[in-house]
């Protein structure tokens, strides 16, 4: 079976920082593109980053330079640092393991 268990989210103010994490397991992060996901309130599901082993990350223009996706294999972990955190940053964000394999969610509020 296939476990993406995010955390690390939470209430900050705006232009402060959250890191995320997503402890993957039945999956290697090393070898899979995976990626971070959110969803405010009435709105769609997003693309916020993706890595892989045969692109450099990507990012929403709206997230880029404040984001930075990684992954430490040895814990089999992905991670999303958010920097300079916006009001509009608000939403549920979700880990993607490819294909169908998605988190739970773990809820980042910025406050103004």
């Known amino acids: 079976q296939v476990r993406l268990v995010e955390s690390g989210g939470g209430l900050v103010q705006a232009g402060g920082s959250l890191r995320l994490s997503c402890a993957a397991s039945g999956i290697y992060v090393s070898i899979t593109a995976m990626g971070w996901y959110r969803q405010a309130p009435g709105k769609l599901r997003e693309l916020v980053a993706l890595?892989?082993?045969?692109?450099?990350?990507n990012y929403a223009d709206s997230v880029k330079g404040r984001f930075t996706i990684s992954r430490d294999n040895a814990k089999n972990t992905v991670y999303l640092q958010m920097n300079s955190l916006k009001p509009e940053d608000t939403a549920v964000y979700y880990c993607w393991g490819g294909g169908p394999y998605w988190g739970q969610g773990t809820q980042v509020t910025v406050s103004s």
């Open positions: 890595i892989s082993s045969v692109h450099s990350p």
